[in-house]
Nanobody, 129 residues
Framework: QVHLVESGGGSVQAGGSLRLTCVGSGYTYSSNCVAWFRQSPGAEREGLAT????????DYADSVKGRFTISQGNAKNTVYLQMDSLKPEDTAMYYCAAQLGAWCSDKYRAFRDTDFSYWGQGTQVTVSS
């Protein structure tokens, strides 16, 4: 059974940094498209970044480009989201998602949550001013 588990959320002041971690288990695919999304109360889920685990290629939403960095660990089942220069509007529940056996082709640039089959439970990030 596939599991994605996020960690690393917390409370931070504006301008600070956090690093989120997503650890996947229960699958053997080495080529996957993994994404980070976030959702704040009353808002739609927003795609932030993707990484193709085989090539390491990344893509970012304009809203976080230059502030957030997606990367993966050596074991390829761990994906990180380094978040710098955090703003109060970054406050949200952050989720990782994966489409197994895939690479992040052009269609994933739309950051549609329906393109990802597996999701973690989320980790809360709160940024205070």
């Amino acid at each position: 059974q596939v599991h994605l588990v996020e960690s690393g959320g917390g409370s931070v002041q504006a301008g600070g940094s956090l690093r989120l971690t997503c650890v996947g288990s229960g699958y053997t695919y080495s080529s996957n498209c993994v994404a980070w999304f976030r959702q704040s109360p009353g808002a739609e889920r927003e795609g932030l970044a993707t990484i193709s685990t085989l090539s390491g290629a990344t893509d970012y939403a304009d809203s976080v480009k230059g502030r957030f960095t997606i990367s993966q660990g050596n074991a390829k089942n761990t994906v990180y989201l380094q978040m710098d220069s955090l703003k109060p509007e970054d406050t949200a529940m952050y989720y990782c998602a994966a489409q197994l056996g895939a690479w992040c082709s052009d269609k994933y640039r739309a950051f549609r949550d329906t393109d990802f089959s597996y999701w973690g439970q989320g980790t809360q990030v709160t940024v205070s001013s």
